[in-house]
């Protein structure tokens, strides 16, 4: 799974990366938690747009819009034929940018945070799916974080681990046409594994309130 991750990035960076035309405005994040602001990026077909969504996603026929907190990931397996995310898999994709996530590993003396990275890049986004929820005025645009089964790198630390797509696949990833759903998890199961690197945090960022540096800081 994928239950925090951060952003520290730089912002020209990101306008250069995903050809933006208009800024964004998303601050540094250390920690980011289920049910907070997300940074993502969508397309319209002609051009690229970014803008913050909640993470945790709430189905546009959703009834409940508490869902959204146990809908943060999505089984890449089976996101294909799932009535909460086979729409989106076709229709609905966006790009989660994050510059790292956190695991926690089981150890003798209990859970130790380690935080993962791209071993040749910083910046990197996750296999988003997203929908828009409307309840008279109200409106909540969501998303969730594709997972699927960890690969030999992360298994000692999670049997699942999140969709990073490569820099290669975001454009095909965000593309406005209208595909099958099934076509594109195939196209995500082909793709090629980053290599990833990791080390132990402090349990400092446990907490989901702890947001600045120290989240990051290395053991050692």
């Not at 002609?46 to 819009?65: C, E």
């Not at 146990?70 to 996101?79: D, F, G, Q, Y």
């Not at 130790?112 to 910046?123: A, Y």
């Amino acid at each position: 799974m994928c239950g925090r991750f951060t952003f520290v990035a730089d912002p020209e960076q990101v306008m250069e990366a995903y050809q933006l035309e208009e800024p964004f405005d998303f601050p540094t994040r250390y920690n980011i938690a289920p049910t907070q602001e997300v940074l993502t990026i969508v397309s319209d077909g002609t051009s690229n747009r970014a803008g913050t969504m909640k993470w945790g996603l709430v189905p546009s026929w959703s009834k409940d819009p508490s869902i959204g907190s146990k809908m943060i990931n999505a089984r890449l397996e089976t996101a294909d034929q799932k009535p909460s995310f086979k729409r989106l898999m076709g229709r609905r994709r966006c790009l989660i940018l994050a510059d790292s996530f956190y695991e926690w590993k089981k150890t003798d003396d209990g859970k130790q945070p380690i935080r993962i990275s791209l071993e040749n890049r910083d910046l990197f986004a996750f296999a988003g799916l997203w929908d828009r929820w409307t309840d008279g005025e109200e409106e909540r645009v969501t998303c969730t974080i594709l997972t699927k089964e960890a690969n030999e790198f992360m298994s000692p630390m999670h049997h699942r681990m999140p969709v990073i797509l490569p820099r290669s696949a975001e454009k095909d990833w965000l593309e406005h046409d209208v595909k099958q759903a099934s076509d594109m998890k195939d196209f995500i199961m082909k793709l090629p594994d980053e290599k990833l690197a990791a080390y132990e945090v402090s349990q400092y960022v446990n907490n989901p309130r702890n947001d600045d540096q120290d989240c990051i800081a290395s053991l050692t």
